[in-house]
């Protein structure tokens, strides 16, 4: 009997790891608005403390403080980056 679900949804770490690589920054709003997520800073400490490196600045826009964070991209496409 096969107890995996078919259409596994990919979880909130993969979906962030996802949207950085793809050469996007994301804040915590960004992540409730484009994800419905809440937890994203966690899953951002998750994933630091897994070794990925994500890199933070705080952003000053319309009055509010927050950070923006993203993972640099390799400089040459013969680079991979695996997780």
């Known amino acids: 009997m096969n107890n995996s679900p078919k259409n596994k949804q990919p979880t909130h770490s993969q979906i962030i790891m996802s949207h950085m ?5 994301l804040s915590n709003m960004q992540a409730y608005h484009l994800y419905s997520m809440t937890s994203s ?3 951002i400490s998750e ?6 490196p994500i890199r933070d ?3 000053k ?3 509010k403080r927050f950070k923006r964070y993203w993972i ?5 496409n013969n680079d991979e980056v695996t997780v």
């Not at 994933?47 to 990925?52: D, H, K, M, Q």
Request: hydrophobic share 35%; proline share 4%; net charge positive.
């Open 21 to 25: 690589l793809a050469g996007q920054t």
């Open 41 to 43: 800073l966690r899953r």
């Open 47 to 52: 994933l630091r403390a897994a070794g990925v």
């Open 57 to 59: 600045k705080v952003v």
């Open 61 to 63: 826009q319309n009055g």
């Open 72 to 76: 640099d991209q390799p400089t040459t």
